[in-house]
């Protein structure tokens, strides 16, 4: 014991001495280290909080659909305002990019989704969404109110920052790709990391999740019409089937996955829908099918739609129909899947680390969900993590997409916290390893 004593002495002696000789370094890490607990602090003050959930709750009253997102929009535009934030707008039909900062190099961007779901809610509270048949029953509402946040308490603490901070509000991320039109309106060309985050309702409040490499699938959508003879339900060999030629279909695109994929892909086809016929006496003239697709390397998920549009062609053919389908490229774009950096993961654990607790920050496996943020990681370096809601003496929460979801505004200043940390303390520690090719460099955006 006492030998080991000796040693932590000679130890705390050492490090004496190092803080001696490095008096700056080490009470500039110091400072790094301490602002995700401040940012914390500050943004969980009533003044902070009651503006974020009263901005949650208003944009959860009225939801709008992807691409419809303007009354959204124009409240988002409306705070930026009364902050002497600017920002570009229109982007991308509804989005909105607004910048706090220099102006100048490096840039770093925190991102959040406006759009709601078509779906009624079902939870009866004071703010219930006022439009019949649209709810925001993924969060968004939280994620503009913890990005608006963010920008809040980097604007206060504007002595930390360097360089510019980029707050993208975007469209359309259930389905539309809004993140696409984003990186095609080139407002992003010379940030040098992105930052996204989503609530997650399994996990403690206060506890965060991510991983480094791929973390959630890429997608994509397809529906098919198998067409056929309708007649008599009691002389099929007047009729061509389509109902049966559509279960043969259905039957042989599971082989897709169980004969043909790699099993390490882990790739998912699901036939989600099936409409087909009325009467108990009538073989119907066409049948419907559609769903989804997953894989977590974009050259399965090319390989997957190649496939799905063969197997259903040639499936319909089998049984005398027509089978045509259609991917909805221009409306679903095919969804890349969610890659994250391996230094922004780094990053994130040191920053989430510093604020919560290095045991509060969790590894997760990768999951079959998706997000349209892998639309600016094939651009950008990026970063997406979910962020726990959990408490369970408020009582169990529903899964995203269930018209039961609710969010525990506690994770609110969490949230804001995390993105304004992530963002200020990237711009002081890390752009100054990444070079740009000369082209791609410009001095402002
Ligand atoms: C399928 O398409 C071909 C060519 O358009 C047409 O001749 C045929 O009647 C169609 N068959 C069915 C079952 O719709
Ligand atoms: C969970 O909710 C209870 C009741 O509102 C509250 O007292 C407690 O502080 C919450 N826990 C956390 C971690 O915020």
Same mark, same amino acid.
Not at 198 to 220: D, F, K, Q, T
């Given at each position: 014991?006492?030998?080991?004593?000796?040693?932590?002495?000679?130890?705390?002696?050492?490090?004496?001495?190092?803080?001696?000789?490095?008096?700056?370094?080490?009470?500039?890490?110091?400072?790094?280290?301490?602002?995700?607990?401040?940012?914390?602090?500050?943004?969980?003050?009533?003044?902070?909080?009651?503006?974020?959930?009263?901005?949650?709750?208003?944009?959860?009253?009225?939801?709008?659909?992807?691409?419809?997102?303007?009354?959204?929009?124009?409240?988002? *535009?409306?705070?930026?305002?009364?902050?002497?934030?600017?920002? @570009?707008?229109?982007?991308?039909?509804?989005?909105?990019?607004?910048?706090?900062?220099?102006?100048?190099?490096?840039?770093?961007?925190?991102?959040?989704?406006?759009?709601?779901?078509?779906?009624?809610?079902?939870?009866?509270?004071?703010?219930?969404?006022?439009?019949?048949?649209?709810?925001?029953?993924?969060?968004?509402?939280?994620?503009?109110?913890?990005?608006?946040?963010?920008?809040?308490?980097?604007?206060?603490?504007?002595?930390?920052?360097?360089?510019?901070?980029?707050?993208?509000?975007?469209?359309?991320?259930?389905?539309?790709?809004?993140?696409?039109?984003? %990186?095609? #309106?080139?407002?992003?060309?010379?940030?040098?990391?992105?930052?996204?985050?989503?609530?997650?309702?399994? %996990?403690?409040?206060?506890?965060?999740?991510?991983?480094?490499?791929?973390?959630?699938?890429?997608?994509?959508?397809?529906? #098919?019409?198998? *067409?056929?003879?309708?007649?008599?339900?009691? %002389?099929?060999?007047?009729?061509?089937?389509?109902?049966?030629?559509?279960?043969?279909?259905?039957?042989?695109?599971?082989?897709?996955?169980?004969?043909?994929?790699?099993?390490?892909?882990?790739?998912?086809?699901?036939? #989600?829908?099936?409409?087909?016929?009325?009467?108990?006496?009538?073989?119907?003239?066409?049948?419907?099918?559609?769903?989804?697709?997953?894989?977590?390397?974009?050259?399965?998920?090319?390989?997957? @739609?190649?496939?799905?549009?063969?197997?259903?062609?040639?499936?319909?053919?089998?049984?005398?129909?027509?089978?045509?389908?259609?991917?909805?490229?221009?409306?679903?774009?095919?969804?890349?899947?969610?890659?994250?950096?391996?230094?922004?993961?780094?990053?994130?654990?040191?920053?989430?680390?510093?604020?919560?607790?290095?045991?509060?920050?969790?590894?997760?496996?990768?999951?079959?969900?998706?997000?349209?943020?892998?639309?600016?990681?094939?651009?950008?370096?990026?970063?997406?993590?979910?962020?726990?809601?959990?408490?369970?003496?408020?009582?169990?929460?529903?899964?995203?997409?269930?018209?039961?979801?609710?969010?525990?505004?506690?994770?609110?200043?969490?949230?804001?916290?995390?993105?304004?940390?992530?963002?200020?303390?990237?711009?002081?520690?890390?752009?100054?390893?990444?070079?740009?090719?000369?082209?791609?460099?410009?001095?402002?955006?």
């Amino acid at each position: 014991m006492a030998s080991l004593r000796w040693v932590s002495w000679i130890m705390i002696a050492h490090l004496f001495v190092l803080t001696f000789v490095y008096p700056d370094s080490s009470s500039d890490s110091n400072k790094l280290k301490e602002i995700p607990k401040k940012f914390l602090q500050f943004a969980k003050e009533p003044e902070l909080f009651d503006w974020m959930v009263g901005i949650r709750r208003r944009i959860h009253e009225n939801p709008e659909l992807g691409y419809e997102e303007f009354e959204t929009s124009k409240l988002i *535009r409306t705070e930026l305002d009364k902050l002497g934030i600017s920002y @570009k707008y229109p982007v991308a039909n509804t989005g909105v990019i607004g910048y706090i900062g220099s102006g100048q190099p490096p840039f770093v961007a925190i991102r959040a989704d406006m759009d709601a779901l078509a779906m009624q809610e079902l939870v009866e509270w004071e703010h219930k969404s006022k439009v019949p048949g649209k709810m925001h029953a993924c969060g968004h509402d939280a994620h503009v109110a913890m990005v608006l946040g963010a920008a809040k308490i980097i604007q206060k603490h504007s002595e930390e920052l360097k360089g510019t901070v980029v707050l993208v509000f975007q469209p359309a991320e259930e389905g539309g790709g809004g993140a696409k039109k984003i %990186i095609e #309106a080139g407002v992003l060309d010379n940030v040098n990391a992105i930052f996204g985050l989503h609530v997650a309702h399994y %996990i403690p409040l206060g506890e965060v999740a991510g991983r480094p490499g791929p973390m959630l699938a890429g997608s994509g959508a397809f529906e #098919a019409v198998i *067409r056929g003879k309708g007649g008599h339900a009691a %002389i099929p060999q007047h009729s061509i089937d389509p109902i049966v030629a559509a279960s043969n279909v259905i039957v042989s695109l599971q082989h897709l996955v169980s004969r043909e994929a790699d099993p390490l892909d882990s790739p998912v086809v699901t036939v #989600a829908k099936f409409q087909g016929g009325g009467a108990l006496n009538v073989i119907p003239d066409s049948v419907a099918i559609g769903g989804t697709f997953r894989a977590f390397l974009k050259s399965s998920l090319i390989q997957l @739609k190649q496939r799905i549009k063969e197997v259903i062609t040639g499936q319909a053919a089998v049984h005398r129909c027509n089978g045509t389908v259609d991917f909805f490229e221009i409306e679903i774009p095919l969804f890349p899947p969610t890659v994250n950096d391996n230094e922004l993961h780094e990053h994130f654990q040191n920053v989430a680390g510093d604020m919560l607790g290095i045991d509060k920050v969790k590894d997760m496996k990768p999951v079959m969900g998706s997000e349209d943020f892998s639309f600016y990681q094939e651009m950008i370096p990026g970063y997406f993590f979910f962020l726990g809601m959990n408490n369970e003496t408020l009582g169990q929460l529903d899964s995203a997409h269930s018209p039961y979801f609710r969010i525990n505004e506690d994770a609110l200043p969490y949230g804001a916290a995390l993105h304004a940390s992530l963002a200020t303390r990237y711009l002081l520690e890390l752009p100054s390893q990444v070079t740009f090719p000369d082209e791609k460099r410009h001095d402002e955006l």
